[in-house]
């Protein structure tokens, strides 16, 4: 009989483990690690992919996990899915670059009521459905890159900014918070320091962040504004569709000044072919890594208020403002903030190949 208890005894410390981690996420042993869903608008883009190697690095080295699901399509619905998928799987947190400013609210704040940690990243959602959000800057700033980034095209290929310049902006959705943001604070800047420019379709060109739609938008640019002298594409799909539908036309940079944001890889083509003068992006690597640390640094237990100075393994030391940095009608708790990247940069064929992502 001492014998058999013995026996039973070895069974169940063996058997253990495997009831300690049963359900996943939050229900795991105290020894497992935290594991982040990092969300992207859709995958197979070249800006999400490296934002996605930055999270991935930056996990592996910090000692938590980072499964990144997307779709490859820009889908509200599967965004939303995602989200839910993860509250049923016991993750311990969220990190996602919103497609619409609210319509993932309530599947966020259904994530924030199950205990998941919930930060956005690049594209954000109301601010009481999540608890931080890493900016990669302020719609002034970034409208104003966009727009500054036009004006030194334009005026390297010799045209007077001061004079009438026929511009047009093609990106994602209006929906998109960010880069509606940018296009809203880059049309104030255009008003107040170029008075003479028109804007030749005030409704905007949009192509839903769909590399064919990209394209085709892009060439319906082109043939329907024949004397168009600058597009701006505030969208790392449209940025490249709209400089391919311009190489197909046989348009250089020359003729029509195309700017925008996306990953220096995606555009260093069409720059060693005379199609584009310039353009910019941030770190999203850097970016990506963010979003999903201080997800794990929430699910670790830890508060984040605005007014903390954060320090970030391998980053450097962040600090929580408030929402209102990015509108000033935005949601205000001191439970709710965003983070700011440091620095954002502008590629040309002197500085594109010090980059690779």
Same mark, same amino acid.
């Given at each position: ?111 924030? #009521?199950?205990? &998941?940690?919930? =930060?956005?990243? /690049?594209?954000?959602?109301? @601010?009481? $459905? ?115 539908? #311009?190489?197909? &036309?046989?348009? =250089?940079?020359? /003729?029509?000044?195309?700017? @925008?944001? $996306? ?95």
């Amino acid at each position: 009989m001492k014998k058999l208890s013995v026996i039973l005894l070895v069974l169940v410390i063996l058997m253990a483990p495997a009831v300690l981690f049963a359900g996943g996420g939050r229900q795991q042993a105290a020894s497992a690690q935290k594991v982040i869903v990092f969300v992207p608008k859709l995958t197979g883009n070249a800006f999400f992919e490296s934002a996605n190697d930055g999270a991935q690095k930056h996990a592996r080295e910090n000692g938590y996990t980072v499964n990144y699901i997307g779709y490859p399509e820009a889908s509200v619905a599967e965004q939303v899915r995602i989200i839910r998928q993860a509250i049923a799987q016991g993750a311990d947190g969220i990190s996602v670059s919103s497609l619409d400013a609210t319509a993932l609210d309530v599947a966020m704040r259904e994530a924030m #009521a199950a205990g &998941l940690a919930v =930060t956005t990243w /690049d594209s954000d959602v109301s @601010g009481n $459905a999540r608890a931080v959000m890493v900016s990669q800057g302020t719609p002034e700033i970034l409208g104003k890159m966009l727009v500054d980034m036009g004006v030194d095209a334009l005026r390297n290929r010799g045209k007077n900014t001061s004079d009438a310049i026929n511009y047009v902006w093609h990106y994602s959705q209006a929906t998109v918070a960010d880069q509606n943001s940018w296009h809203v604070a880059g049309e104030a800047y255009i008003k107040q320091n170029f008075p003479n420019w028109v804007n030749v379709r005030p409704d905007n060109y949009y192509s839903n962040q769909n590399p064919e739609q990209a394209l085709s938008v892009g060439q319906a640019i082109l043939n329907s504004h024949t004397n168009i002298d600058l597009i701006i594409c505030n969208d790392s799909t449209a940025l490249p569709g709209q400089l391919q539908a #311009a190489q197909n &036309l046989g348009r =250089t940079k020359n /003729d029509v000044t195309i700017t @925008g944001f $996306a990953p220096p890889n995606s555009i260093k083509p069409f720059a060693r072919a005379n199609i584009v003068d310039r353009w910019g992006l941030w770190d999203s690597g850097t970016q990506g890594a963010l979003g999903c640390y201080l997800a794990y640094h929430i699910a670790m237990g830890n508060q984040i208020r605005v007014g903390d100075r954060i320090n970030v393994p391998g980053i450097g030391t962040v600090e929580v403002l408030p929402n209102t940095v990015l509108d000033p009608r935005a949601y205000t708790s001191s439970n709710s903030g965003v983070v700011l990247l440091p620095e954002r940069v502008v590629f040309t064929t002197q500085n594109m190949n010090n980059y690779d992502f």
